[in-house]
């Protein structure tokens, strides 16, 4: 099992930024990459970060391109998501999500609201 924790969501006014982490605990070991997903009331959860273990590789949803930047420090098991010129379309509860061991795990969600 992978427990998944993240940190540093809340309330920001457009044009500001946040800094989100995601810390997992358990059988690490073989986690193959990391990545942060959101859902908007009524909406369908979505991508928007991905990094594999060896931090070689990011992807990023287009709606965060430019803006967000995910990083990983796997000696640690933690994951980051550097937030920047938030708009309020980017309020959400976001996710993050790890794959290892052949599973993917979720952890319980942050909060990130942007007022306008």
């Known amino acids: 099992q992978v427990q998944l924790v993240e940190s540093g969501g809340g309330l920001v006014q457009a044009g500001g930024s946040l800094r989100l982490s995601c810390a997992a605990s358990?059988?690490?070991?073989?986690?193959?990459?990391m990545g942060w997903f959101r859902q908007a009331p009524g909406k369908e959860r979505e991508f928007v970060a991905g990094?594999?273990?060896?931090?070689?590789?990011?992807y990023y949803g287009d709606s965060v391109k430019g803006r967000f930047t995910i990083s990983g420090d796997f000696a640690k098991n933690t994951v980051y998501l550097q937030m920047n010129a938030l708009k309020p379309e980017d309020t959400a509860v976001y996710y993050c999500?790890?794959?290892?061991?052949?599973?993917?795990?979720w952890g319980q969600g942050t909060q990130v609201t942007v007022s306008s």
């Open positions: 358990g059988r690490t070991f073989s986690t193959y990459a």
């Open positions: 999500r790890s794959i290892a061991n052949g599973l993917v795990y």
């Open positions: 990094i594999n273990r060896s931090g070689d590789n990011t």
